[in-house]
């Protein structure tokens, strides 16, 4: 009977084992109505109309427009800027509304909102438990900007961190934070580092001229993308572009990638040890590890926001910045458009939720 009973006890041991291992392979259940998709912030026109938000399924078989009017019954202002992600939380930064939008990341329901000590803000870092945002204050004085710090616990701002003109992308490392000074009206050539426990500035680091996107390499450096000056009627001597790679051990640039003349950086990305950016409505890829400029041309297409996922390049276009505006995603291997969506006006941003 004693063996019996172990021979039983043993057959149910191990179909709770299947049954355990069988539902561990089961596809994660969606955690909201726009979970498993691609977010696209669309600033809105320029002369006051809302922002929006629109939501595609990675499965492009499901679009949305206006999803944040759609949960909440409210608009988010002018203009969306950008978005911020920590944990579920999701942070709309509204630029010319001086807000900042949260919401779960995955419904897109509203959970407060920052409206005070803000000023021009761009975009948003998490570090030490605490938001980082890049103000740009009054774009006619040089030396009102600063980085506001939020509180998460009470979505208030604690301190405002002094800074350089223009701050502009923020992005953490540990309790560091890297922040570009692309010069807010005028042209900055800068990135100032903070420090998350201290909050307050422990370097300034000189690169080339209107540096913007940062995303750190392979080998943990900062890399910055530099745009330049295009020669034009107000500014006839061109500025050339260039990438600064910054060593966040020492904060000193140490490589510096002269991008050749009429080409001028933006909207610059990374996946897999290649980078990818656009200039005068081309696209092009180069490796991160390249210690001169060799980048190839890619295809030619309307850049206005541009973001990097498994192989495949999302790229919107704002068209004549007044009606709406598309999303495009390539396949880099084969260089060609695979699909296109409708969008908001001056579609921005792109994320993947």
Request: net charge negative; proline share 3%; charged share 20%.
């Amino acid at each position: 009977m004693k063996t019996n009973k172990l021979v039983v006890l043993l057959i149910i041991a191990l179909t709770v084992l299947a049954s355990c291992s069988s539902d561990s392979n089961e596809p994660t259940a969606p955690k909201g109505d726009y979970d498993n998709g691609i977010i696209v912030t669309n600033e809105g026109d320029f002369t006051g109309g809302t922002g929006t938000i629109n939501y595609i399924s990675n499965d492009y078989t499901a679009e949305e427009a206006k999803v944040y009017e759609k949960v909440n019954n409210e608009t988010l202002g002018t203009i969306v800027q950008s978005i911020g992600f920590d944990e579920n939380r999701a942070y709309i930064v509204v630029n010319v509304a001086n807000k900042i939008s949260i919401t779960d990341r995955y419904t897109m329901e509203k959970l407060g909102e920052i409206s005070t000590d803000l000023s021009n803000p761009r975009f948003i870092a998490f570090a030490n438990g605490k938001g980082y945002v890049t103000n740009w204050g009054d774009g006619g004085s040089t030396d009102d900007d600063y980085v506001a710090v939020i509180d998460l616990d009470t979505n208030s701002v604690t301190n405002k961190i002094t800074v350089a003109e223009g701050p502009e992308r923020i992005i953490a490392n540990g309790n560091k934070l890297y922040v570009s000074h692309k010069g807010g009206w005028g042209v900055g050539n800068s990135v100032s580092v903070l420090d998350a426990t201290s909050d307050s500035v422990v370097a300034n680091i000189t690169v080339g001229i209107a540096p913007d996107e940062l995303f750190f390499n392979s080998n943990g450096s900062l890399m910055v993308s530099c745009e330049g000056q295009a020669a034009s009627t107000w500014n006839p001597t061109e500025v050339l572009a260039e990438i600064s790679v910054i060593s966040t051990g020492s904060n000193t640039v140490t490589k510096t990638i002269e991008v050749p003349t009429e080409v001028h950086p933006n909207t610059m990305v990374k996946e897999d040890g290649k980078i990818y950016f656009s200039s005068e409505g081309k696209v092009y890829e180069m490796s991160e590890s390249a210690s001169t400029y060799n980048a190839t041309e890619l295809f030619s297409t309307p850049v206005y926001g541009m973001n990097v996922r498994e192989g495949k390049l999302y790229i919107t276009d704002a068209k004549d910045y007044v009606s709406n505006g598309s999303l495009k995603v390539f396949d880099i291997s084969t260089k060609a458009e695979e699909k296109e969506f409708t969008v908001g006006i001056n579609p921005g941003k792109i994320y993947f939720n």
